[in-house]
């Protein structure tokens, strides 16, 4: 099978071309008036700024055009990544009517085909770096509880709130090694 691009006015690929060409402008733009804020000392903490100063072994940088083209790529890449909640629950095909309130159209959880009910972006979306931060926090406990000896600073401290009991200053403590 061969195939040939055809870029005539009306086709696909020449409304792509030419909305390529669009972006490409655009963000030639958007480069230059970074380097003019980066030469006026302003913020280089985004990817633009690194694209924008990183340079070859030889000390070349990037020319524009390439930094635009990395930067449509990155576009791309984000779009295709990228998943919200709302796009699933508002999805007809698995919600009938999303638009409508309806709280118990998620009685039956076993009713919705796997991964289609992520609330509050639990389930197999969490966050990966969720278990890591437990795993981190329970390595500090461990080695605070091992290692020192607790002493309360204020044992008689009143204790605030109904719902939330709080020590009211925090309940201090002095920490000494066994």
Aim: proline content about 8%; aromatic content about 12%.
């Amino acid at each position: 099978m061969h195939s040939l691009i055809i870029n005539f006015p009306g086709t696909t690929f020449y409304k792509a071309t030419k909305a390529a060409d669009a972006l490409r402008m655009e963000l030639r733009i958007v480069i230059q008036e970074k380097k003019a804020a980066m030469a006026a000392g302003g913020p280089m903490h985004d990817i633009l700024s690194h694209m924008i100063m990183a340079s070859d072994p030889y000390g070349k940088h990037m020319p524009e055009a390439e930094v635009a083209d990395k930067i449509m790529v990155i576009i791309y890449i984000i779009l295709q990544v990228y998943w919200t909640v709302s796009t699933t629950n508002m999805n007809l095909e698995y919600f009938p009517n999303p638009e409508k309130f309806d709280p118990s159209r998620y009685d039956d959880l076993n009713a919705f085909p796997a991964f289609t009910f992520v609330p509050f972006g639990g389930g197999p979306r969490m966050c990966p770096g969720k278990e890591y931060a437990r795993l981190a926090i329970l390595t500090f406990v461990h080695t605070v509880v091992k290692r020192f000896k607790w002493e309360v600073l204020f044992p008689k401290e009143k204790i605030t709130g109904d719902m939330m009991p709080t020590p009211e200053k925090g309940l201090p403590v002095r920490l000494t090694r066994h």
